[in-house]
């Protein structure tokens, strides 16, 4: 009789949803911002269409920011936030 194997037990829960492999969202700095009502339903309805978490689409939103500043500024901004990484 053939020997019935079973596949790999997988690990309960959600995996880890970082923006990075391995990184786990909760470890991420928090933030708390206010907005009008109305960006706010509009972030609601745009996790809701595309299935993106809202923090994914406010970080696409900052980086859209980003690469459509000057590129003296964009070295500014990259130059600063690196200092404050060190910073910690």
């Not at 609601?44 to 939103?61: C, D, K, P």
Request: aromatic content about 4%; hydrophobic content about 40%; some cysteine.
């Amino acid at each position: 009789m053939p020997v019935k194997r079973t596949p790999p037990r997988r690990r309960a829960g959600r995996p880890p949803a970082g923006a990075r492999e391995g990184e786990k969202v909760k470890d991420y700095p928090q933030r708390s911002i206010r907005m009008p009502a109305e960006m706010k339903a509009r972030l609601n309805a745009l996790s809701a269409v595309t299935g993106l978490a809202q923090w994914r689409l406010i970080v696409e939103a900052i980086d859209c920011f980003f690469h459509d500043l000057p590129d003296n500024d964009r070295e500014l901004v990259v130059g600063l936030s690196q200092r404050l990484m060190k910073a910690g």
